[in-house]
């Protein structure tokens, strides 16, 4: 199992940029969403301390913690931070999953196709961040069937 906090305001995958360069056309991803990409690479590198890739399906835990905002009144604020007002607001969850996912792709798992459980939040917090903890899955049926 494998922990880390990636600090900062949480930041969705951006879609990929075009641009005209003579007569092609060059696809990119735009700068915010990789220098997020590139924190939370660092993030996972420094929590894996040279450990190996992890092998085989694995489960994924992630809480999203996004800053409250600075206009809202001090009861809502407060209200906020205690958990009974959600933030519903962007950055779209399944975009910040999507930013972590592939940034740590041969950091702490060979490729997120080996996610096949994964337990999101989006709260409030004082203090912006995303913690991620990446463990090896545990069967606890004997089919897959719903």
């Not at 880390?4 to 991803?29: D, E, H, S």
């Not at 809502?76 to 931070?81: P, R, S, V």
């Amino acid at each position: 199992m494998i922990t880390f906090i990636v600090p900062g305001k949480p930041v969705g995958k951006g879609r990929p940029r075009a641009a005209a360069r003579g007569k092609n056309i060059t696809l990119y991803t735009p700068q915010k969403t990789a220098t997020y990409e590139s924190t939370v690479a660092l993030a996972a590198d420094q929590a894996m301390a040279g450990k190996p890739l992890i092998t085989g399906p694995v489960e994924t835990l992630m809480t999203i913690v996004l800053p409250v905002p600075v206009s809202w009144s001090k009861r809502k604020q407060a209200d906020a931070l205690a958990g009974t007002v959600m933030p519903t607001s962007k950055p779209d969850m399944d975009n910040v999953v999507k930013a972590i996912f592939d940034a740590i792709n041969g950091i702490v798992w060979t490729d997120d196709v080996q996610v096949v459980g994964l337990r999101v939040r989006k709260v409030y917090g004082a203090i912006p961040r995303v913690q991620v903890t990446v463990s090896p899955y545990v069967s606890q049926t004997s089919g897959g069937s719903l």
